[in-house]
């Protein structure tokens, strides 16, 4: 083989290497639920909330403002990954509320009161805070399990993938048992009947949905797993 050839052949190859690593990497983005842009943003939020509100320091509240005004940009531009469709309203209408903080802030580093400044920085900082609780699942259980859910809903049952439903079917319920075992924090007792009630629909319904993959049942399957995204849509419920 010529070298003309090899090199050729590797370039291909390289290429497509770099193609199956890019879709795989997307892949991941999309049953990621975390959004890099409002991250980013923490930049901002850690010296203003964790330093200079304490200190009452107005000109370094000042300061952040440039930097402020461009990563807010970027969270308004963001785009949520699929795997957060569902949240797409609650996102929009925590954006409006973030976005109007953003400019309240930049009105208040424009004036002189310090006071004004500082209500701004509590308000920007509860506004940042309750849109990532919208991106953010409340339990780590609880994401684990939307997580490896996100397929079966959107992938595995609409395109009749049998062999995948039945392959997945065992750690879904594994995921399922693990939401069960979860004791809520202090702040949530209010909820904890509710949500013992929903997470033990949740493990029948996985049951459900491992007893038709263990039957080979195809239409179980799907009806199966519909019914387990609307037990987990009603365990999400429990903490609007």
Not at 171 to 182: F, G, H
């Amino acid at each position: 083989m010529s070298n003309k050839f090899r090199i050729l052949g590797l370039a291909v190859l390289a290429l497509a290497l770099f193609v199956g690593v890019s879709a795989a990497q997307e892949k991941t983005a999309e049953v990621t639920a975390s959004v890099p842009e409002f991250t980013a943003f923490h930049e901002v939020i850690q010296p203003m909330w964790h330093t200079a509100y304490p200190a009452k320091d107005g000109a370094a509240l000042r300061g952040l403002v440039p930097r402020m005004n461009e990563l807010a940009a970027k969270v308004y531009a963001a785009k949520l990954p699929a795997i957060l469709h569902e949240k797409e309203d609650n996102w929009i209408t925590g954006l409006e509320a973030f976005r109007k903080s953003v400019d309240d802030y930049n009105k208040a580093a424009e004036g002189k009161d310090d006071a004004v400044l500082l209500t701004a920085a509590e308000t920007l900082h509860a506004k940042y805070e309750g849109l990532g609780r919208v991106i953010r699942p409340v339990l780590a259980e609880v994401g684990a399990f939307h997580q490896a859910l996100y397929p079966f809903v959107h992938q595995y049952a609409p395109e009749n993938k049998y062999d995948k439903i039945r392959g997945g079917a065992a750690d879904l319920l594994a995921k399922a048992e693990a939401v069960a075992k979860v004791t809520l924090p202090a702040r949530q007792a209010a909820k904890a009947e509710a949500f013992k009630a929903a997470a033990a629909a949740l493990v029948e319904a996985a049951k459900a949905l491992a007893a038709a993959a263990d039957g080979h049942d195809h239409d179980g399957m799907v009806k199966g797993v519909e019914t387990l995204h609307t037990k987990y849509q009603a365990l999400e419920a429990v903490f609007e």
